[in-house]
């Protein structure tokens, strides 16, 4: 039986009404670096907005001494419960995101490790942990932080935003945090996973070195791998370019 065009348009604004809006996109869960504030991703979250139109949900961490087990357990209460979702972890936050992979809540979809690991990236410094106490991590100088995280691209907004963001953490924090890095491996959790992996790597890394990458190929067999001409600090730094390279993963799962 054929509708009128005036009900057939009135049901079909009530069904709309009714019906929740579709995402075309997976939302990314964003877990930040060493400082653990979120605050870092704006920059880099103004352009996925944008340019691939794509929301994200920064988690940040609290500001006490938490080792990874316990942060794990902190990121899993705040993942999104109503949409699938793509965790993006950056840096220090690679074992939580291969805790993740290898027992998946519902709605992930996809794995990003960014410019990160799984297991210490310098076991050279492992035998120097337990003079972390001597590292004045609240008063690091400023050059120090840029020649390792942001050179060779550098500018001062780049460098206010890392300084303001490691103003809000307590230098405990810090030193608890490169203690996990240090003694972290979390090897055997990522190769139990099967979800999708992408690896974002910056060209100009100063702390992560580049066989890290292969690591993470070796035990995630089919994981993707971009280079992006960065520093350490990739999505700040390279906003635009990470949003493409995310934006063409999320196209890959959907042709998958």
Avoid: K, W
Wanted: hydrophobic letters at 55%; aromatic letters at 6%.
């Amino acid at each position: 039986m054929r509708l009128a065009g005036g009900v057939r348009g009135g049901l079909a604004a009530i069904m709309a009404a009714m019906t929740p809006p579709a995402h075309a996109l997976p939302l990314l869960v964003l877990l930040p670096g060493m400082d653990g504030t979120g605050r870092l991703f704006q920059r880099f979250d103004a352009v996925l907005g944008a340019q691939a139109d794509m929301d994200s949900l920064a988690i940040a961490y609290p500001a006490t001494p938490l080792a990874y087990p316990a942060l794990e357990a902190f990121v899993r209460e705040r993942l999104p419960r109503e949409r699938p979702f793509i965790v993006l972890a950056e840096s220090f936050s690679g074992p939580l995101g291969a805790a993740l992979r290898a027992d998946p809540p519902p709605g992930m979809r996809a794995l990003i490790l960014c410019c990160s690991f799984v297991r210490n990236p310098r076991p050279l410094l492992a035998p120097l942990r337990h003079l972390l106490e001597l590292v004045p991590f609240g008063a690091m100088p400023r050059f120090a932080l840029r020649q390792a995280l942001l050179a060779p691209f550098s500018t001062p907004d780049l460098e206010a935003d890392l300084a303001g963001a490691l103003a809000h953490v307590p230098p405990g924090v810090l030193r608890q945090r490169l203690r996990a890095v240090i003694t972290a491996d979390a090897t055997p959790a990522l190769a139990r996973g099967s979800l999708p992996v992408l690896y974002l790597r910056a060209r100009h890394d100063r702390l992560v070195p580049p066989a890290t990458a292969l690591q993470i190929l070796r035990l995630a067999p089919g994981a993707q791998l971009v280079d992006i001409d960065a520093p350490h600090m990739l999505l700040q730094a390279a906003p635009a370019a990470a949003a493409d390279a995310i934006a063409a993963f999320c196209a890959s799962l959907s042709a998958a």
